[in-house]
């Protein structure tokens, strides 16, 4: 469920980020971290592109990440930007964490599945796979 | 040896405990656990720069701890520390996990390689029992043509060889009488024909019969043996009879054995008197007793070793 709200986190933050972006140039804050916010979207997206959402643990690492994520947008419209900052670069190191443990849990599946294919092939020329 | 190197810094996090300075945060001590299982797994082999970055960030902790004790600085630099060593233990895993599929993936291979190169082996070696095969059913074929026209050459030689034993016969039957039997063929030639009366020497005119006689006898099989029998009728006394029917059955025979017909395979013997085939009162009855017979029989050729002649 958290995951489906965060979903549309990445996209919301990023609508906030534009218009903050667009805003007064007269504004006396520090400026909006667009390129954390960009970072930490992309890892994100390229962790939930490899099915991280089908790993537990690297479910449990996009949560953390989307929850960051949230949690940055909130800081950036209360113009909290130093500590958004924090969040985004923390979400992005969870992100690259659930990418890493999605693309472990897949290959370990395409390991399993050559050994099972290599178990097939030797069966068939009469011998035992090792 | 990376842990090692790690010693300094991981007693340098320690040292203010025992000075009584701030505890670290949570985040630090869980950053200092995840490092030394990261530098403790096969990361330090595998992924050393994901490892060295974990090392960057947790020093970076460690100097955020030493600087400001408890501070959100410091628990942010341990969160990132943290996952840098989980990220460098997990992209380990992935390492090894890759190069297991690698090696899979070349045994597959190398089975497939194999299966196939067993399939094209047994291809061959059917090709080439069909190629055996294909030479034995054409070795065959040529046999059967070979046999095929040696029966066909054997029939017409035997066809040829029966037209010509019935030609013999037919002109034997001429001038001699004919009766064959299941065992045995007897041909029947009158005295009259072969001799003058009381002589023993053939005449000229019984050359041209008993010619007949030796071309009919040598289409018959070669290991039947043949009796010459001399008869005569009942006219003078038995002894001569005897004697004289002997005398003719032997010209008879050497006549015969001049014209072709094996020695061995031939005998003679003189019956005299004694099987009359016809009454000796009249002459006609006579006539028909003086005789030669040839008794071509069945019985093996070594009969003539008893040599009744």
Redesign the interface.
Do not use: D
């Given at each position: 469920m958290l995951l489906r709200i965060s979903a549309g986190t990445g996209s919301r933050l990023a609508l906030l980020v534009g218009s903050l972006v667009l805003a007064p140039l007269g504004c006396a804050g520090a400026p909006v971290p667009t390129q954390n916010v960009a970072d930490a979207r992309a890892s994100a997206a390229a962790a939930q592109a490899v099915g991280a959402e089908k790993d537990p643990q690297a479910a449990l690492h996009l949560e953390l990440a989307n929850n960051n994520m949230a949690r940055a947008e909130r800081l950036i419209s209360n113009d909290e930007m130093d500590a958004a900052k924090v969040a985004l670069v923390e979400a992005k190191v969870d992100a690259d964490l659930a990418l890493k443990l999605a693309t472990l849990a897949e290959s370990r599946v395409e390991v399993a599945q050559a050994q099972e294919r290599l178990n097939d092939l030797t069966e068939q020329a009469g011998g035992t796979a090792q | 040896m990376k842990l090692i190197g790690k010693l300094p810094c991981l007693m340098l996090a320690f040292l203010p405990l025992a000075c009584g300075a701030t505890a670290p945060t949570q985040q630090l001590v869980d950053a200092r656990r995840s490092y030394e299982l990261a530098a403790r797994s096969p990361a330090s082999t595998l992924t050393p720069a994901q490892l060295l970055e974990a090392e960057v960030a947790l020093n970076r902790a460690e100097q955020a701890h030493k600087s400001d004790p408890g501070s959100?600085s410091e628990r942010?630099l341990a969160?990132?520390a943290q996952?840098?060593s989980?990220?460098a233990m997990?992209?380990s895993?992935?390492v090894r996990?890759?190069t297991?599929?690698g090696s899979?993936?070349k045994?597959?291979e190398a089975?497939?390689e194999?299966?196939l190169k067993?399939a094209q082996n047994q291809v061959e070696a059917r090709d080439g029992q069909i190629q055996d095969l294909r030479a034995k059913e054409q070795q065959l074929n040529s046999s059967k043509a070979a046999l095929k026209g040696e029966l066909a050459g054997e029939r017409e030689a035997r066809l040829k060889a029966e037209a010509t034993a019935a030609a013999a016969l037919a002109s034997l039957k001429e001038v001699a009488m004919i009766k064959e039997e299941a065992t045995s063929m007897t041909i029947t030639l009158s005295g009259s024909v072969l001799f003058a009366t009381g002589q023993k020497v053939l005449l000229p005119i019984a050359k041209s019969s008993l010619d007949k006689v030796a071309e009919a006898l040598k289409l018959q099989r070669q290991d039947r043996p043949i009796v010459v029998l001399g008869h005569t009728d009942s006219m003078g006394s038995d002894e001569a009879n005897q004697a004289l029917s002997l005398a003719r059955a032997e010209a008879v025979r050497e006549y015969l054995v001049s014209q072709g017909i094996e020695s061995q395979r031939i005998s003679a013997a003189g019956k005299g008197e004694s099987t009359p085939v016809a009454d000796n009162k009249s002459a006609e009855g006579r006539a028909n007793n003086r005789r030669v017979e040839i008794v071509v029989s069945g019985a093996p050729t070594p009969a003539l070793a008893n040599g009744s002649r």
């Open positions: - | 959100e942010h969160y990132l996952r840098r989980e990220i997990v992209e895993e992935l996990s890759r297991e599929l899979m993936k045994s597959q089975v497939t194999q299966g067993n």
